[in-house]
């Protein structure tokens, strides 16, 4: 669910079994701050647990996901970028994130690099470390990604959608002891939208022209933003963007 960067003051000190956890500002304040010198544009998503427990006589809901995107007003390459950090207490390892993102539209955001990525291990009452700054000065060529989509037409759509359905069913990205995937129906649901329209919001290109691949990749990547399974949407992207590079090969 969404929600104010204010609602996260009220985030309690959580118990996940035997581990005690610190309030949610005590893990986001350190991020929060530094960005607001360059932001005041913050999108916030949490997952509370569904069960509480009274500590007390209080009656206590843990806050076990959480998702913060800053996003920057000035543009690079043509694209607004979005610092995001997560964590999440409920994984089998409690594990933060950070991430540089550029924003493709709306609320969905291209992670393109994986130097643009940073996982580690959250410890008990212990602030997560300050490394997301290690973001703040990497760069990528986003423009010609995209460009690169967007010059790539797609004449035989059933032999794209092979190539992509057997590399997707080929890659995994094992990071910290995640280890995730694109699932052969993510993106068959994309390839449906962009040239049956038997799914989603509307038509996605228009009859007058061929499809490209981008028309593709906007597709995927906005369902994966979209989506209930909001902790790996960076590498779940990350592996989008190596099946779109083993198509234009």
């Not at 990525?117 to 973001?135: H, Q, R, T, V």
């Amino acid at each position: 669910m969404e929600v104010t960067l204010d609602f996260l003051k009220e985030g309690p000190a959580t118990i996940c079994g035997e581990t005690v956890f610190l309030p949610t500002m005590e893990y986001v304040a350190p991020f929060v701050n530094e960005m607001k010198r360059y932001t005041d544009h913050f999108v916030v998503k949490i997952h509370t647990s569904k069960q509480s427990y009274i500590n007390k006589g209080e009656l206590i809901t843990p806050i076990n996901r959480v998702w913060i995107q800053a996003i920057l007003p000035e543009e690079e390459n043509g694209y607004k970028v979005a610092y995001n950090m997560m964590y999440a207490i409920d994984t089998r390892t409690p594990s933060y994130k950070f991430f540089k993102g550029y924003i493709l539209s709306g609320r969905t955001q291209i992670v393109l690099d994986l130097d643009q990525l940073i996982i580690g291990e959250m410890e008990s009452k212990k602030a997560i470390p300050d490394n997301f700054k290690e973001l703040l000065d990497k760069k990528s060529d986003i423009k010609g990604w995209i460009e690169k989509l967007e010059h790539t037409e797609i004449m035989n759509k059933h032999q794209v959608l092979g190539q992509m359905v057997n590399s997707a069913l080929t890659t995994k990205l094992d990071l910290m002891g995640f280890r995730s995937q694109l699932s052969s129906s993510e993106i068959i649901a994309a390839y449906s939208a962009v040239f049956t329209d038997c799914k989603l919001d509307g038509t996605v290109v228009p009859s007058d022209r061929t499809a490209k691949l981008l028309d593709l990749y906007k597709v995927i990547v906005k369902n994966i933003c979209d989506g209930k399974d909001t902790f790996v949407v960076a590498e779940k992207i990350l592996i989008t963007n190596h099946i779109m590079r083993d198509v234009i090969c």
